[in-house]
């Protein structure tokens, strides 16, 4: 691995192309970045020669037929070696990188078994089921299955766009089924009866991208897997599970947490792989004169605004697509997928306006067909940049992309890696390029190379245990079978009191076979999965066009009365919000001024889990209540941010217990750290929590959203300055106990980044918050630097608490 000097330094040049090769077409834009400031760091992740294995025996020589094709020629070892694992029957996961023909490691010894006939001359034999994470990677593995051009086994998707008549089709005749554990919680179990033969010959189940089933949505799919387990024994089926992903940490641990059962691993990647360079690029600065507005040059100016990551990577990809470079912009949001598409497209319009048409956007809420027109435009190169969310993330094909841009960190390593993995897939040295957005975590990143590469992806953070998920699940499981005594160790140790308070609460009821369900409403619509609990629909009042969603526990936040609400650019005023109906009612306008909801939190300390002193500081992590209200809006200025003025909200209050870890400083220690003036204390205090939130994603599964935190100068559970990082979801999801976990690490991290940005009082890439409640106001950038500095030095001197 080639390592260029990290910290700010100029990079030396790019590695060469080897003596008799062209050099690729995207070099010269690395060179216009080291010029211009902009290339901190290059990354050249080594190229692999890649090893392979001869055909198993076993396998059907037609499946193998069908499979050369694809391969030209024999398969990796880890293809076989999990194959080979399948085969004999053990549950296996495969943690091997993007492109490494992880499908065809499944695909051996499931369509081999599944083409044997019935011994009971039925027809269909073996079945198996295939779940992805989102219905296009599911739609991808069909038309791949497909391709194949083999008679059998019959395959089909079945999800929410899957009409009634061709599910009962799919029920009688599909041998292999794609789908997702949406449909398994919503349809699949409920309807087991309709369900039953194919159940009864349920000899595979496929969990592929494994590591995206993590917090509460992962928590929610294992408690589906046991579901599922509980009723394929019930019918006489012990399935084998498979589980597929390019980014997932100790695989084998995670795959049991996931699924209940013992899983072989097989780690080791032995397929081909192309040298890819790797630039962290990091946007200008604006210097902003005294009283006027930003203006370009002021690169590493003192305070200065940074370009957006969309606008940079908008001009990285014209620049790139008139290089004739096949290329894939990654972007966070619809909006910023659309708007990155179009600034490439104007900049082409310029500089070369026959290429301006070879750019398009891609994004959930497109048609199915428009979508696969868009894949295979990629694909056959007439489409030569696209800018995708994370819809092209996981397993859709794009084969053939000479570079990748990641705007905006991803929000885990994982994804980082995925991402990545997209380029290089037709053997040439390829590119990747991550932007950086004016936040702690990305800055922290584009600066710290060590913290991206040469270590190991984030554990997969999901808790099977968790109350609050386990209760609907077990009320399901109770409605589609009894549950006996021999269910419980199925579903872990806290099944049994969950179960006494699901009978305390009337919703099941203990007799001596076992728990029944005693209401006739379908008990798996208690739960969403997804953990969104519920949206809130935009509906333009003139129309009644429903314009999109919102999450219900963000709209007290984003379309209250006043909202000032953007929908793909155009902007609307919310005129009404009714919580009850799951509405906002809004109307088409363009003020000059953007809102921010203002809101009051508490966070009350329920059950301390773990306590640890040292010095001056305690450390703690346990479970608590955090309650929060939107009290009021501001109105600001477009452009400029000025305070216009603020508006008051009657809204009600929302409870949350969750899980959180929070430390304490003595006073006296908290108040030397800022100078001895206590009225600096709960700026420095904020503003270290604001930028605690912003770097756990670091080192947990987790985006800052996923995240809530408060921080007090006196707080009553304490009695002490408090800093409180919790869990955003209902029972916690295991971030926060991640944090604590590796507390040294984060906080140190944490002070280190905020000590290094460049900016002379707090902003966005340090200690401002885009969800802060209170306006960030207040904040103390240096108090919060030595602030952090205290608890690290208490930290360094008594030992970090033990995981």
């Known amino acids: 691995m080639t390592r260029a000097p990290a910290g700010g330094r100029t990079p030396p040049p790019t590695p060469g192309p080897a003596p008799g090769t062209a050099a690729p077409a995207w070099r010269g834009l690395l060179e216009e970045g080291r010029r211009d400031g902009r290339l901190r760091h290059v990354e050249v992740l080594p190229e692999r020669a890649g090893e392979r294995a001869d055909w198993p025996a076993w396998a059907d020589p037609e499946v193998v037929a069908a499979l050369e094709r694809g391969t030209g020629g024999r398969p990796w070892r880890h293809q076989v070696l999990a194959a080979e694992a399948v085969h004999a029957g053990r549950s296996t996961v495969l943690a091997a990188g993007t492109a490494s023909g992880k499908s065809l490691a499944f695909q051996l010894p499931l369509l081999t078994e599944l083409r044997r006939p019935a011994g009971d001359g039925s027809g269909r034999g073996a079945t198996a089921l295939y779940l992805a994470p989102t219905k296009a990677l599911a739609a991808d593995q069909d038309a791949r299955l497909r391709a194949l051009g083999l008679d059998r086994p019959l395959t089909s998707t079945y999800d929410g766009d899957t009409p009634p008549e061709l599910r009962r089709w799919v029920r009688r005749n599909a041998s292999l089924v794609l789908t997702n554990v949406d449909m398994l919680h919503r349809s699949v179990l409920p309807g087991h009866e309709h369900w039953a033969p194919f159940l009864r010959r349920l000899r595979f189940v496929v969990v592929d991208e494994c590591h995206t089933y993590r917090g509460v949505f992962g928590s929610h799919a294992a408690a589906v897997l046991r579901r599922l387990r509980r009723l394929a024994d019930r019918y006489g089926a012990e399935p084998v599970f498979v589980l597929a992903s390019a980014t997932v940490a100790e695989p084998a641990t995670t795959a049991r947490r996931l699924t209940g059962v013992e899983v072989h691993a097989v780690t080791e990647d032995t397929s081909a792989r192309p040298p890819v360079s790797v630039a962290l690029w990091e946007p200008p600065r604006r210097r902003a004169p005294a009283g006027g507005t930003a203006e370009p040059g002021g690169e590493r100016a003192e305070g200065g605004e940074q370009r957006t990551a969309t606008a940079e990577t908008a001009d990285l990809l014209a620049g790139l697509v008139a290089r004739g470079v096949r290329t894939l912009a990654f972007v966070r949001s619809r909006a910023g997928a659309e708007s990155v598409a179009a600034g490439a497209r104007r900049r082409l319009l310029e500089d070369a306006p026959h290429l301006a048409t070879a750019v398009l956007a891609y994004r959930g809420g497109y048609l199915p067909e428009e979508r696969r027109e868009l894949e295979e435009g990629l694909r056959s190169g007439r489409v030569l940049g696209m800018a995708s969310t994370r819809a092209l993330e996981l397993g859709v094909d794009v084969a053939g992309l000479d570079a990748v841009l990641i705007a905006g960190w991803p929000g885990t390593r994982a994804s980082f890696r995925q991402q990545l993995g997209r380029a290089g897939r037709r053997g040439r040295p390829a590119l990747g390029v991550f932007v950086p957005r004016d936040d702690p975590l990305d800055t922290y990143l584009v600066h710290h190379p060590e913290a991206l590469f040469g270590v190991d992806v984030e554990a997969t953070v999901l808790d099977p245990s968790n109350a609050y998920v386990l209760a609907p699940h077990l009320a399901a499981a109770a409605q589609e079978l009894p549950l006996s005594e021999a269910d419980l160790e199925l579903f872990g140790p806290a099944a049994r009191d969950v179960l006494d308070l699901l009978v305390a609460r009337g919703l099941l009821r203990r007799r001596a076979r076992g728990w029944f369900r005693t209401r006739p409403e379908r008990a798996s619509d208690l739960t969403d999965l997804r953990g969104a609990g519920g949206t809130v629909r935009v509906v333009e009042s003139g129309t009644g066009r429903v314009l999109g969603t919102v999450e219900a526990s963000a709209a007290d936040s984003a379309v209250h009365a006043g909202a000032v609400h953007v929908h793909q650019g155009r902007s609307y005023v919310v005129d009404e919000l009714d919580l009850t109906g799951g509405v906002a009612l809004v109307h088409a306008e363009t003020p000059e001024h953007t809102t921010h909801a203002r809101s009051r939190s508490e966070v009350r300390v329920?059950?301390?889990?773990?306590?640890?002193?040292?010095?001056?500081?305690?450390?703690?992590?346990?479970?608590?209540?955090?309650?929060?209200?939107?009290?009021?809006?501001?109105?600001?200025?477009?452009?400029?941010?000025?305070?216009?003025?603020?508006?008051?909200?009657?809204?009600?209050?929302?409870?949350?217990?969750?899980?959180?870890?929070?430390?304490?400083?003595?006073?006296?220690?908290?108040?030397?750290?800022?100078?001895?003036?206590?009225?600096?204390?709960?700026?420095?205090?904020?503003?270290?929590?604001?930028?605690?939130?912003g770097l756990l994603p670091l080192l947990a599964t987790c985006d800052r959203w996923d995240l809530g935190g408060l921080s007090t100068a006196l707080h009553p559970d304490t009695g002490l300055p408090t800093v409180f990082?919790?869990?955003?979801?209902?029972?916690?999801?295991?971030?926060?106990?991640?944090?604590?976990?590796?507390?040294?690490?984060?906080?140190?991290?944490?002070?280190?980044?905020?000590?290094?940005?460049?900016?002379?009082?707090?902003?966005?890439?340090?200690?401002?918050?885009?969800?802060?409640?209170?306006?960030?106001?207040?904040?103390?950038?240096?108090?919060?630097?030595?602030?952090?500095?205290?608890?690290?030095?208490?930290?360094?001197?008594?030992?970090?608490?033990?995981?």
């Open 725 to 803: 990082v919790h869990d955003a979801v209902p029972g916690g999801a295991g971030f926060s106990d991640r944090g604590h976990q590796r507390l040294r690490e984060w906080l140190g991290a944490t002070r280190d980044a905020v000590d290094a940005c460049r900016c002379a009082a707090g902003c966005p890439a340090c200690v401002q918050s885009p969800k802060c409640g209170n306006g960030n106001e207040p904040l103390d950038k240096a108090g919060a630097v030595a602030v952090l500095g205290a608890v690290v030095a208490a930290l360094d001197a008594g030992g970090a608490p033990a995981s």
């Open 606 to 693: 329920l059950a301390v889990d773990e306590s640890a002193a040292h010095g001056p500081l305690t450390v703690c992590r346990g479970v608590v209540e955090a309650t929060s209200r939107v009290t009021g809006f501001l109105r600001r200025r477009a452009g400029t941010g000025q305070v216009l003025g603020e508006e008051p909200l009657d809204l009600p209050e929302r409870r949350l217990r969750t899980r959180a870890v929070w430390w304490s400083l003595r006073d006296e220690v908290a108040e030397d750290a800022v100078g001895g003036v206590r009225a600096r204390l709960p700026g420095a205090l904020h503003a270290a929590e604001h930028a605690a939130i």
